[in-house]
């Protein structure tokens, strides 16, 4: 593969003057073809954005009548991309954080490992990464590496090395938004392409107020996706948890309101605490993850009683910290956001470590 044919494709969804500065800035040192996917921005408030970026040299702009999200604009580039016989593309953002420097070697990534996905990767601990980026790539490197047992530092980055044949692949490869370059990392895990990682620059600027990620839904869709062929089962979990809570309150009612006439309030939710995990613990190894066996193993229960009192820590630690760090915000609000991510990390968990069933040999 030659360097020179290699394309830059930047999809890019309400952009700013950092648009057409990279396109500046990229031909300054590189003459490789550029396709720029416009998602449905407002010509009349973005339009000269692009009309700048495209009048450069050799420079192709797609247009998308409306939103349809970045994975919908990558497979349109990669599309074109493949109908023009280019052997393989670099994909990067519009909004300032990948370097043309950095694009370039992973250009000369791409050329030296052409059957490799190529990853440009930054460093998240550095002191001017936003919290919410470091710790939302950190979680899901962690649940990444447990579902596919691949080590990546950067699950979340938008520059990366892709050749043609992949590229074929990836076109019919569903997923519309943010969701599709995690995506496109477990396809790479399923068809045994390997990664190639080059360390880049890590360029936030504003606590990347410009990014169009939605915290909520394109979280919950990156997440689905990590999950795999588990949703079903993590479905029957949520399942099996919201009965336990209906336990929990219907024995602390029992207890608090029935059995005592003095109301001793710290023994009524003892008691109805214990119960209810204990049948969270029945449905889950034996509805949920259908651990082998009708008898229950003690090593099993221990480990799912750590986990308990491990996710009631670690909701106090994350509660208490969210707090330090976003004084204004509501406190249910960020006690709710962290039981959510540590409810995923419950699952995972126990599917994984509390209740595996160990592989025949």
Request: hydrophobic share 40%; charged share 20%; with cysteine.
């Amino acid at each position: 593969m030659d360097k020179s044919s290699i394309a830059i494709i930047i999809p890019s969804y309400e952009p700013t003057e950092k648009l057409p500065a990279l396109i500046k800035d990229l031909r300054i040192i590189l003459s490789n073809p550029i396709v720029i996917v416009d998602d449905g921005s407002n010509p009349g408030t973005y339009g000269h954005f692009f009309a700048e970026a495209a009048s450069c040299s050799d420079v192709v702009l797609l247009r998308q009548e409306e939103n349809k999200g970045k994975g919908r604009a990558l497979k349109t580039a990669f599309s074109y991309c493949l109908e023009h016989g280019i052997p393989g593309v670099i994909t990067a953002d519009s909004d300032g954080q990948h370097l043309p420097k950095d694009i370039s070697r992973c250009m000369d990534a791409l050329v030296e490992s052409p059957e490799s996905l190529v990853l440009g990767c930054r460093d998240f601990q550095q002191k001017n990464v936003p919290f919410k980026s470091k710790f939302g790539n950190t979680l899901t490197c962690s649940i990444f590496r447990m579902l596919t047992d691949r080590r990546l530092s950067d699950t979340q980055t938008g520059l990366r090395g892709i050749s043609a044949d992949f590229m074929k692949y990836l076109v019919d490869v569903p997923g519309e938004r943010f969701e599709y370059e995690t995506k496109m990392l477990w396809e790479a895990k399923i068809k045994n392409i390997p990664y190639k990682e080059v360390k880049i620059a890590t360029v936030y600027e504003n606590n990347n107020s410009g990014t169009h990620f939605r915290p909520i839904q394109d979280s919950w869709l990156i997440y689905k996706i990590l999950l795999g062929g588990s949703f079903l089962q993590f479905i029957f979990f949520t399942c099996s948890s919201f009965i336990s809570f209906l336990v929990d309150v219907g024995l602390f009612s029992l207890f608090f309101y029935c059995l005592y006439e003095e109301k001793q309030l710290f023994l009524s939710v003892a008691l109805a605490r214990c119960v209810s995990a204990f049948v969270n613990y029945l449905l889950n190894r034996n509805a949920v993850f259908r651990k082998s066996g009708g008898h229950i193993d003690i090593k099993s229960l221990m480990k799912y009683i750590l986990l308990c009192s491990f996710i009631m820590l670690a909701s106090f630690c994350i509660t208490k910290g969210a707090l330090l760090l976003f004084k204004n915000c509501n406190e249910v609000f960020l006690k709710a956001s962290g039981d959510i991510v540590l409810f995923c990390i419950n699952f995972l968990v126990q599917k994984f470590l509390v209740f595996r069933t160990p592989a025949k040999k």
